[in-house]
Every structure is written in structure tokens, then in C-alpha cells.
């Protein structure tokens, strides 16, 4: 909810909060321990305040609309994959732990799955990303990078069977229908919403939609499950967001910034 000029209106906010189902003594101690922790300052009382993102706060909060792109582009079919598994090995000594455990976090953000100890596999070309890791974290000696067509895991060899022993396929799914059951809801509800619904649908949405999409890989659609579950679910996404992007809601930064990406894959999936 944080607007362009990096304030979130507290009346605003308790009145969304209220829609999600929070009390407001719930709104209260939130704001008191982002306070706590630097991440807003606090100026006013009650619903009249206004809430101000500090600037370490203002820059963790924007989602990766390359990502994004990079989701509707495979989606529509304009991303195929060349058949190139991309492999990341360190190993990291325990006198460094956190810049071992930051390491892993780092590569299983980017969709990495684990093969064995200290080694993780993409199908995605991800050398630049994970090499400007190591070399932020300082390992940049203890990391090793491989590409390759052949890939054996267990015997294992065919890109599909692969992908369901390395990825949580289900687990994912499962989060695409809930992602598509919220988008389905909030495309109805916004027909007879009042403005301060319209706001709590759509954080809600994107609320769920980061939920889901944080931990998907976005593998290509030659490892996946066909038809896959995710092209439904962000289609969905997509059509309820630009429903949205019409209706009179406040200038918030978030709105603003999906609105980017939508703009650009709605007109296709609608000739769809």
C-alpha cells in the first residue's frame, strides 16, 4: 500500500486491513514493529497519520518485473528451451556459515533444485546472476558453474521425469489453483465492489500472486505437466489485474508497477 510518494495513509490502511478481516489493534502492533525495525516512520495519530517508507525499505519492496515478463513471455510460447541444463556447485566452510546458507538462498530463489550436496541445477541460463552472488558474498573461489546437454540423476535422464524428481511439482501446483481460485474471485467481486474493496482485492491478489509465484521456477513448458496449471492461473491473474487497472484506485506503487508488466501481455492473452 505504499503510495509514489513512499507514505501509506493510515486511514487507508486500518479500512483495507478491516476488509482482510484484521482489528485494528492487529493494524496498531504492525505498524509499531515496522516502526521498531526502521522500516517506517511514523508521523500523526489514529487514522489520521501517515506512514513513510525509510529508504532501505523502499528499495526491497519493488517485485522483479523481469521475472514477471519473462513468466507471460514462456507462457505465450515466445521462450523456448534449448535442451541446456545449467549446473552451481560451492562449497563453503562452516567458519562462513552465513554466506553459505545466504549462497543457497540465493540459488534456490532463482529456481535452482538441489541435485546432491553443494550442487544445483536450472534449466534457465543463470551464470551472471549466481556469479554476481558469490562475488557479493565473498566466494566467489568456492564456486563452480557447468552447463550441459546430458543430465543423469539416478539413472534418471528424460526432461520431464527429471523435473518432477527435482522440483516440487505438486506443492507448486497446488499454489497455482489457489492462486487461480483467487483470481476467479476477486474478477466477480470486483463487479459490485465499493472503492475500499477494490483496494482489498487487489492486495489481496498480489498478496497471493507473490505467494505463489516466489518459489516457482518457471520451468520450461517441455519439463512441465501439460496442460500446466501456472499458464491458467497467471492468465487469470493478468485479466483480473487489468479489470483493475480501471478502476479509480489510489496511486500506489505496487498497482503501478504490475500495471507495467500487464499492459504489455494483456492484449494477447485476450486474443487468445
Known amino acids: 500500500m505504499v503510495r509514489e510518494d513512499a507514505t501509506i495513509d493510515a486511514g487507508e490502511l486500518y479500512d483495507v486491513a478491516a476488509t482482510l478481516g484484521m482489528s485494528d489493534q492487529q493494524v496498531r502492533l ?14 500523526g495519530r489514529g487514522r489520521k497519520a501517515v506512514l513513510r517508507a525509510t529508504d532501505d525499505t523502499r528499495g526491497t519492496i519493488e517485485p522483479d518485473l523481469e521475472y514477471l ?90 526432461g520431464r521425469e527429471l523435473a518432477t524428481r527435482l522440483w516440487p ?25 465499493d472503492p475500499t474493496e477494490q483496494l482489498s482485492l487487489a492486495i489481496a491478489l498480489a498478496t497471493e500472486f507473490e505467494r505463489v509465484v516466489t518459489p516457482d521456477p ?16 497467471r492468465a487469470a491473474v493478468a485479466e483480473c489485474w487489468a479489470e483493475l487497472n480501471a478502476a479509480p484506485l489510489p496511486p500506489i506503487r505496487l498497482f503501478r508497477w504490475y500495471a507495467e508488466v500487464v499492459a504489455e501481455i494483456t492484449p494477447p492473452l485476450r486474443r487468445r
Not at 177 to 189: Q, S
Not at 218 to 232: D, F, K, Y
Open 30 to 43: 504492525c505498524i509499531k514493529r515496522l516502526v521498531a525495525e526502521g522500516r517506517f516512520t511514523h508521523e
Open 218 to 233: 518457471l520451468l520450461p513448458p517441455e519439463l512441465l505437466p501439460r496442460p500446466w496449471i501456472g499458464v491458467r492461473a
Open 69 to 158: 515478463r519473462f513468466a507471460f513471455a514462456q507462457d505465450r510460447g515466445e521462450v523456448r528451451w534449448d535442451g541446456v541444463w545449467h549446473l552451481a556447485a560451492f562449497a563453503v566452510p562452516e567458519t562462513n556459515r552465513q554466506a553459505r546458507d545466504a549462497m543457497r538462498e540465493t540459488i534456490v530463489y532463482h529456481g535452482g533444485a538441489p541435485i546432491q550436496g553443494g550442487l544445483y541445477v536450472s534449466p534457465h541460463a543463470w551464470e551472471d546472476r549466481i556469479r554476481s552472488a558469490a562475488h557479493t558474498l565473498g566466494i566467489d573461489g568456492q564456486l563452480t558453474t557447468l552447463a550441459t546437454t546430458e543430465l543423469s540423476v539416478g539413472g534418471i535422464t528424460g
Open 169 to 193: 511439482l505438486d506443492r507448486i501446483a497446488a499454489g497455482h489453483e489457489r492462486l487461480l481460485a483467487a483470481a476467479e474471485h476477486a474478477i466477480r467481486a470486483l463487479r459490485v465492489a
